[in-house]
């Protein structure tokens, strides 16, 4: 009989009690057993929905205050050095390695973090030294097993497996080879099983997310040592994968000396088939069947008729799962008030993937679930063939494009004497990101006319005001292309989510994206279309106080899908470019109204990239060409900007160059500049505005250091293709740094000018 279990579940809470307890905790308000009590609560809620679902044993150790990744750091001792001052315990100094403070301790410089795999959750990179001492402290992970099991549950703990943790971290210092410290890790993990087995835990989930990846020979190796090594050590082992396929890792993989596998069987396709035609016969086949990165339902009749005779063929030895944890996905649909019947009907948060699992195991057990297989099978059919779903003008329009609707009617070289003849900028003209402070009154201006408080014409004469006050801030600066401030929107994704047709924002959808900060991406459900224009009252409005240029500004199409929930019937980049179509009306509006330079943000760009390196290349022709679409509906004069906000460009720079945009705004200040040498190697042909200031602090950045920073770029860019302008957005900043700071980066551009 098949069986169903959970390969993690989240842990913010139904109502984000994690993230407010977190918060109170860090400033004083609660105390620690407060916040652990709240932990607590909701681990027993999560396993009750487990228990509840049908699953003979919960999953433990998948809860974490802040992070998975630097759970394991701390169990297994990896502290770096700077953080064992005796100023804090274990306890706290988790949490400066997260956040630099914590209510002990002295301040110290926070771990790095990066984008777990291709999501947007964010772990702490583990800091490891060349001579690297694993010392273990399983006391948190012990105490959680017992805790479950006094609740009446049954655990299956979860772990992220040695190899993947080494291919997590970083060098401390000096770069060395990490694989050398593969022995010593090996043993506290051996270790660690150990004292698994003598608690009696009789499974214990492995991920090993890694291998879904290409990967080098010694990392093959390394897998391979690995559980040569710990095999028979401890309790029996579940070789975890998701996000994609094994592909050529698929042969290691089964050679590898454990007692399961479980598979992505949603992006990972078919390829279960050949792993069940291999496996061992005591070997146990776990098929993610419910998609964990998505709030779509399943469909069950498909994947029962799927699993009909894998069910046969392995009896209890088939397991079912989602397809990865579902710490993606937002946690219960019950509690979700935003959508429509309708709309809700199509949807499974992560309880109601549970109860979509146990529906399949009650089937195949030979159940009688016939009811909700047909509410199933309903459900789906209605959002197969509903009009909010497909809508035949937009289809057509995508059909029609071609490779000239992704061209500019010249190339930069003819466009820029032209936009400097319109625009009449300085050398080193400055501007900024697009964003400025969200202060406490613009957010209850826009709380109040969300709540109904304030009437639409209120609403818009205080916008209006905030913009009017953003732009005289700007003049007083002194800077040269002005922007209107963003006062209007919550969040650059939302915002749009909110205006487009095809898109649904919810109320309680979220998902953690790092410690206690979560995300709450909108839903793409149906064709996307622009009804109405957007943005254009804003900028025109703003246009209309100045003499100055105002940049109109936008999301673009990869950021606006990248950071949803994206609807799972056609290709991502078949949404993409409908998205692209959308914004592209949206750009020509502006430009109609008397914009003449439009910016299109995408830092999502990047993040977007396929894990296997083998399919960057489809990603970015299709990723450039929505964004080109976006764009090139304008005349030659008009000035296209883009901004990303990170300093890696390696592998995509070609790309990056082939999006065409006459100015791109980048985050450099932290890497001194040295940023700007992939731009150079590859001649990146247009203009580039290096951030010379970091908005993530809240100090002034001085005249000298941001002329200096300017002055290193210079040598690497002709000056006259060089802006001047911050890393990033300042909406998380107060006026009383901008101001100052806005200041110093124009005087910053007027001695370079009298350098020239
Ligand atoms: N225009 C946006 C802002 O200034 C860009 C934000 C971003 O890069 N993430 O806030
Ligand atoms: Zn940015």
Redesign the pocket.
Known sequence: MATTHTLGFPRIGAQRELKFALESYWNGSSTREQLLQVGSRIRQQNWSQQQQAGQARVTVNDFSLYDQVLDHSCLLGVIPARFQDGSSDGFDTAFRMARGRAPSGTAVRACEMTKWFDTNYHYLVPELEAQQRFTLSPDTLLAEIAEARAGGFDVKPVLIGPVTYLWLAKSAGESFDRLQLLPALLQAYGELFTILAREGVEWLQIDEPILVQELEPAWQQALETAYQALSGAGPKLLLTTYFGNLGDNLSLALSLPVQGFHLDAVRGGLEYRRVLAELGDDQVLSLGVVDGRNIWKTDLSARLNELQSVSEQLGDRLWLASSCSLQHVPVDLAQETAFDAQLRNWMAYAVQKLEELQLLEASLNGGNVAAALADNALALAGRRSSDRVHRESVKQRCQRLSLKDGERGLAYAQRAPRQRERLQLPAFPTT????FPQTPAIRQTRAGFRRGELSEADYVARMQAEIADCILRQETCGLDMLVHG?AERND?VEYFGELLQGYAVSQNGWVQSYGSRCVKPPVIYGDVYRDAAMTVQWSRYAQSLTSKPVKG?L?GPVTMLQWAFVRDDQPRQQTCLQVALALRDEVCELESAGIAAI?I?E?AIREGLPLKRSEWDHYLDWAVYAFRVSACGVAPETQIHT???YSEFNGIIEAIAAMDADVITIETSRSNMTLLDAFIDFEYPSEIGPGVYDIHSPNVPEVAQMEALMKKAAERIPAERLWVNPD????TRGWEEVGPSLENMVAAAKRLRAGL
Do not use: A
């Open positions: 900024t990101i697009g964003s963003e650059m500004m999301t910016q943000d830092p901004h990303m906000c990033c957005g300042l909406k």
